[in-house]
């Protein structure tokens, strides 16, 4: 069964894409000249903040063996001693470029328009080049896509760039390369070990790495059959495929010691998003916000709000960036933020992770606008942008804070006019986002803004449940209104059909919520009960169909993932010539014909990182009995804390939940933001 959480080898997090296992293709940028204008603006700015930040600590004199080669190397490249391609080893022969690192679209809008299509003349001789290496001729458009002009020829000479194209395993790549390359090729070839090495960080960033440390990087290198794992990491960074960091780590010990540091290994991308936001996070912090409205006006609204509420207002009259934390019933404290500043005549936004989300806050302000992270970023919700591209906000509170990726943080900061506040606001015990980084959880850990803790517990049987698991007790609690209600099961095929029963008959009935507010959650896509099984069960007793267009019929429930890590839930309206059309948030979103196979799945169930964002009047967790590995705390806490007014729980894990609530933290993720914010905020860490 497939897990939401990375393994010993990095790997994809389960992120809501498709049955297959091949993730959605990245969102594209929007063809609106303002938003295009302010797009670049802001890459502009990771550029000019990248020029002018410092050189790398001198730190490392001690080190020796792989990690004091690597750290030299970087250094002399830097100096401008010696160039990339010739730091490692001076008579290695010429070799062609690296290719450019692909780099993250900006967020568009939902249904926008997918990328353009590679040329046909291009996907032709990608085809004839995959067909003579025995791979299937359905790879070239993907292939041309990702590898860009001469992706023909760049196939021929380095077969094992095949690995940059969505889904392609190593093994397919060694198969494809010994078809085209016969005996030139083995385990050790250069190429291969290059390749490996951005593959494997690549695994990792959907995991929630930002960077690998050099040891687990070497190792996982190695467990994939290259026989010199550091030589490949060598050969990657001199031709800079990857990027190499030390960072300081603790204090040296005397004055002739030196500075521990730890050798890191990256993607550019992840390192420029990592980096632009311990920027951004910094202008916020170190500058005053504007005081639009007096200092009387905030005290006021101060006190006349309750508790913890109240303190949230006095931090944000004050401070550039605020975090706050809480559960469900704590989202009326930034609720009461909100209302405040607008009274105020402030320009005063939200931003939600989904649109489920969006909906469900909105109802709680009353003036403030409401959106979703992607639609303000894109321009397709929000306030829009003034003439220089930032965000026409004075207030800026993200919801669901702990879903935010180094990449999409980035883009917010760098979004933010000098001057705005930001508050960030979430629960600390949900699952962390599927991309890179741990953005909430590192900036609690670095102390360096204001936080406020709720002091607003989620009420009733569900609230004393789920406040329990957070704090890694799984308590029996009294639900007289049937509000919490456990299902043994003994095996799959058990648990699959008393999951159907709950949905289709007994919540209905004994809880009066209807099965289309009833949401299944599930660990993972593949195994005996996972989606696709449940998926499968639930369609054939609810809406039972010939599945006309890729296996859908109209009232089908859906996610449609439109890029990795969003997943939004919908149904089938129709289809046409087209595409598939779904109902999304209110909306109507036309998904063209192949794309449907990659983006949309039925959805009656969902894994829990596909549904964090969002709530249901019911929901029923299934935890068979081969889902023990992939349960953890943060998943049981998330699953559960989905559901509104009644909560089933299928369970077949024995005493396995309650180990993994007692024993099974958030596995942890390698991240740079503590040590990039240290020097630029003062106190940060202490």
Sequence with gaps: MSTPETPEEPRSADDGTPADGTPAEGAQVSEAEAELAAQRLERERIERRKAERQGPIE???????????????????????????????????????????????????????????????????????????????????PAAAALGEGSAELLRE??????????????????????????????????????????????????????????????????????????????AVAEGDVLVFQDAIGEAVGEDEEQPVRVLVGLERCALAEESLADGLARLI?????????????????????????????????????????????????????????????????????????????SRVDGPGVATVAGLLSGAEGPGRDPEGALAVDLLVVLDAPQLDVETAALLTESLPDGARLVLSGDPAVLWSVGPGRVFADLLAARAC????????????????????????????????????????????????????????????????????????????????????????????????????AGFDPGDRVAWSPAPGRV?????????????????????????RDRVEQTVRHGWALTAHQAVGSRWPAAVVVLPGDAVPAL????????????????????????????AVAEVPAKPRTTRLPVLLAPQVPGAGE
């Excluded at 939004?568 to 109507?588: F, I, K, N, Q």
Aim: hydrophobic letters at 40%.
């Design 286 to 362: 170190n500058s005053a916000p504007k005081q639009d409205g007096v200092a009387e006006e905030w005290e006021r609204a101060a006190a006349a709000a309750e508790g913890s509420a109240a303190d949230l207002i006095r931090a944000a009259s004050r401070h550039g960036l605020v975090l706050h934390t809480g559960g469900e019933a704590a989202l009326a404290e930034p609720a009461a933020l909100l209302d405040a500043a607008h009274g105020m005549g402030l320009r005063a936004w939200a931003a939600t992770h989904s649109p489920v989300g969006r909906e469900r806050f909105a």
């Design 158 to 235: 380095d077969p094992w760039q095949l690995l940059r194209v969505p889904g392609v395993r190593p093994e397919q790549a060694d198969g494809f390369a010994r078809a085209l390359l016969g005996g030139d090729t083995g385990p050790g070839d250069e190429r291969r070990g290059r390749a490996l090495t951005v593959w494997l960080l690549e695994q990792a960033a959907p995991a929630g790495h930002t960077a690998l440390e050099m040891a687990a990087l070497t190792e996982a290198l190695g467990r994939q059959g290259v026989p010199d794992p550091e030589d490949a990491v060598r050969n």
């Design 450 to 549: 204001p936080q406020v803790a709720s002091r607003r517990p989620d009420p009733g049987p569900l609230g004393e449940l789920v406040s329990g698991i957070g704090v890694g007790e799984l308590l029996q609690v009294e639900a007289p209104e049937k509000e919490v209600v456990i299902v043994p099961v003994r095996d799959a095929g058990e648990a699959v059909h008393r999951t159907v029963q709950l949905v289709a008959d007994s919540v209905p009935r004994a809880i009066g919520v209807p099965a289309e507010e009833t949401q299944v959650i599930t660990p993972g896509h593949g195994g005996a009960v996972g989606t696709r099984v449940l998926n499968a069960a639930l369609k054939e007793r609810l809406n039972p169909g010939p599945g006309r267009f």
């Design 632 to 659: 953890s705390r943060p998943w049981i806490y998330t699953a559960f804390s989905r559901a509104d007014r009644h909560l089933s729980v299928v369970h077949g894990v024995d005493q396995a939940l309650q180990r």
């Design 568 to 592: 939004l839930p919908g149904r089938v309206v129709g289809a046409d010539a087209e595409g598939l059309r779904l109902d999304c948030a209110g909306g109507t979103v036309v998904v063209p």
């Design 59 to 141: 730190a490392g004199t001690k080190l020796s063996g792989t990690a004091a080669e690597l750290l030299a190397a970087v250094r002399a490249v830097e100096s401008g001693e010696k160039p990339p391609a010739t730091v490692f080893e001076e008579a290695r022969p010429a070799r062609r470029p690296a290719p450019e690192p692909v780099r993250r679209a900006p967020v568009v809008p939902e249904g926008s328009p997918g990328p353009a299509a590679p040329a046909e003349g291009t996907v032709g001789e990608v085809r004839e080049v995959l067909t003579r290496g025995g791979a299937p001729a359905a790879l070239a458009a």
